[in-house]
């Protein structure tokens, strides 16, 4: 059984640097084709991919955002972290970790419960 | 980058109705496209995969059509639970989400 659970603080103010852990069961980052992503979604409105990271250490990132984020692993711990620094109100979003398998169409099949972040002073 | 746009933004049907929900690419994604549903305090769940394949679990009643820059997700006879908030997603060009589709009882 695949789940995803994500977890960090609630509550960010601007010019800190958030930190979120995924913390995963039921398949290894370890296993070749096995991707991880960080998603967000602002209040009431549309997805947007932020980050991934594969079973090889490869890393890749949102054009938009590259300059604050860092995505890393802990394949022991069955764990994927998301650091982005500089944190403005316009962040604040429910922050969700997604798996994709190259060999099932690379599509986010397993997705967290998701976790909300709010930046504000 | 990819810029997905869906139409209807809003869709009021009732239950037993079809409903067909468009995606259009900015540029072709080949069969590269998936559609989610999303309820309220919940996360996407996948639907529909490279345009036309069900995600395991997925009923029947969940079709996905087309290619290249025009795709339609069509649910045959609408049940209560599937209104909710539905997504594309392309992957041929890293990934982008549609703004989405609010599937709502009429």
């Known amino acids: 059984q695949v789940t995803l659970k994500e977890s960090g603080p609630a509550l960010v103010k601007p010019t800190q640097t958030l930190t979120l852990t995924c913390t995963f069961s039921?398949?290894?980052?370890?296993?070749?084709?096995?991707?991880m992503s960080w998603i967000r979604q602002p209040p009431g409105k549309a997805l947007e991919w932020l980050a991934r990271?594969?079973?090889?250490?490869?890393?890749f990132y949102t054009t938009s955002l590259k300059t604050r984020l860092t995505i890393s692993k802990d394949t022991s711990k069955n764990q994927v972290v998301l650091t982005m620094t500089n944190m403005d109100p316009v962040d604040t979003a429910t922050y969700y970790c997604a798996r994709a398998v190259t060999t099932m169409g690379d599509y986010f099949d397993y997705w967290g419960q998701g976790t909300q972040v709010t930046v504000s002073s | 980058e990819v810029v997905l746009t869906q139409s209807p933004a809003t869709l009021s049907l009732s239950p037993g109705e079809r409903a067909t929900l468009s995606c259009r690419a900015s540029?072709?994604?080949?069969?590269?496209l998936a559609w989610y549903q999303q309820k309220p305090g919940q996360a996407p769940r996948l639907l529909i995969y490279?345009?036309?394949n069900r995600a395991t679990g997925i009923p029947a009643r969940f079709s996905g059509s087309g290619s290249g820059t025009d795709f339609t997700l069509t649910i045959s006879s609408l049940e209560p639970e599937d209104f909710a908030v539905y997504y594309c997603?392309?992957?041929?060009?890293?990934?982008?989400f549609g703004q989405g589709t609010k599937l709502e009882i009429k």
């Open positions: 990271i594969d079973w090889d250490d490869h890393k």
């Open positions: 997603q392309q992957r041929n060009d890293w990934y982008s």
């Open positions: 490279d345009a036309s």
């Open positions: 540029q072709s994604v080949s069969s590269y």
């Open positions: 039921g398949f290894s980052l370890r296993t070749r084709g096995m991707r």
